[in-house]
């Protein structure tokens, strides 16, 4: 089991000081300065005087301060006396621990502390409990008064403080009959924290269903004690639980208020091994993990989690997957190229070349007995004008451009031709030679 420890301060309505009117509530103001924890303490004269806690936990310390005017006391727990000293000190010394009891069964046990000389006093209580089963760890969650987990019935008023008066500054009061406050937790233990002051009702604390009455206003209590722990228990399992907290109304000798500062839940959390033992499982009181030389337990049993199977599986998939899209992939690529060889020929005869006016596609020849051109090379003609007649899609930037922009025909370069052939229809239209002077052979004769 994880331990955990709780702050019982000694104006806390866990603590019961008897008799009645012998316990004096010394506040901040009466405390000179000296840091007592929460700024205040109980202090009696009488002897005899006896200060009682009722608590389910593993063990408990008791703290309180040194004077020259204290005496001595006695600590009890469960009937049987564990400690005995004296507080009496030259000088003045707070924050001492009077007596203690550790390695408890955890579960009910009483505590109490007695002034058997000329006096004492009491700072606080440390509680030492725990949750959960052996091996476990343990961790709490803190719900303050404006989380959104809390859900509040009736009329409740949200005060601010500028100070740590309050646990994040805010508190949630109400002075509403049946006023209520509800949190829906999943947790071994709860602790509910609350201010403790004269003008206050009691509490009335429910989880599922079994309702405690906490007395917030005692005799003992002469000013207001905030973030006061009001009501725990840790005996609860790890389901659903609802605690409900709710306003009794004012009843003979209490005020009309009640309040709410923060919630904690604690948490067990564990892992059962192959033996049937609880294995610790990391939380926020625990640092255990894997570290160097400390195998995991996939490796010291000799089996892949399933974690770890998942992940071989889903790379082989992925990689099967890859696979299949390369050659997917390659394949069309293949295909494409094959149907571009096949129906795009490199120089179709009837197209229009990108360097072709209308009028100077090759058409079949005159005589089908004349062979092909074949091009050898390109003989430069001067240039005719300074527009291009490139098609449009060369100048994307002006999709209005047409293929020829200059009304001065540009000759284009006629190739030289490996062999004489007649001049096709089309460069006869465009290159037309002159005829030679006619030769009279009969006149000259004569």
Not at 59 to 74: D, K, L, N, R, V
Not at 173 to 197: C, D, I, K, P, R
């Amino acid at each position: 089991m994880a331990s955990y420890n709780l702050t019982i301060e000694d104006g806390s309505p866990l603590i019961i000081y008897s008799p009645s009117g012998a316990w004096v509530d010394a506040t901040s103001t009466d405390t000179a300065g000296l840091p007592y924890s929460g700024n205040s303490f109980h202090s009696t004269t009488a002897q005899g005087a006896t200060a009682t806690l009722n608590f389910n936990g593993t063990g408990i310390e008791w703290y309180g301060g040194f004077q020259p005017s204290y005496g001595t006391y006695t600590l009890a727990v469960d009937g049987q006396t564990v400690a005995s000293g004296t507080a009496t000190n030259t000088g003045v010394e707070i924050r001492q621990l009077l007596g203690s009891a550790l390695g408890l069964a955890n579960g009910p046990h009483t505590a109490v502390l007695t002034s058997t000389g000329v006096g004492i006093d009491l700072d606080f209580v440390n509680l030492i409990t725990q949750v959960g089963g052996v091996g476990s760890t343990t961790t709490s969650t803190v719900f303050d008064d404006a989380s959104s987990s809390i859900t509040y019935a009736g009329d409740w008023v949200t005060a601010t403080a500028n100070t740590d008066a309050y646990a994040n500054n805010t508190l949630h009061y109400s002075q509403s009959v049946g006023a209520a406050a509800s949190l829906s937790f999943s947790g071994n233990g709860v602790a509910v924290y609350g201010t403790v002051a004269p003008d206050h009702a009691n509490v009335q604390v429910s989880i599922d269903g079994k309702t405690t009455m906490v007395k917030t206003q005692l005799s003992s209590i002469a000013a207001q004690h905030a973030q006061t722990l009001l009501y725990y228990a840790n005996d609860l399992d790890a389901s659903q639980h609802m605690l409900i907290i709710t306003n009794p109304g004012q009843q003979t000798g209490t005020g009309p208020f009640i309040d709410l500062d923060s919630i904690t839940v604690y948490s067990a959390s564990s892992q059962a091994n192959a033996a049937g033992d609880a294995a610790p499982v990391p939380s926020a009181f625990s640092n255990q993990g894997s570290g160097p030389g400390q195998p995991n337990a996939a490796a010291k049993s000799g089996h892949l989690s399933t974690g770890a199977m998942v992940g071989i599986v889903l790379v082989v998939l992925f990689a099967i997957l890859g696979l299949l899209a390369l050659v997917v992939f390659l394949f069309l690529r293949r295909r494409r190229r094959t149907q571009r060889a096949v129906m795009e020929p490199k120089t179709p005869l009837d197209a229009e070349l990108p360097l072709q006016g209308p009028n100077m596609r090759y058409t079949t020849p005159i005589s089908p007995l004349q062979p092909m051109p074949t091009f050898s090379g390109l003989v430069s003609r001067p240039r005719m004008s300074a527009h291009s007649i490139a098609p449009s899609y060369y100048a994307g930037n002006n999709p209005s451009r047409t293929s020829v922009d200059s009304t001065t025909p540009m000759v284009p370069k006629v190739p030289t031709l490996s062999m004489p052939k007649v001049p096709s229809r089309a460069q006869q239209g465009v290159m037309r030679p002159n005829r030679p002077p006619s030769l009279d052979l009969g006149r000259a004769g004569g």
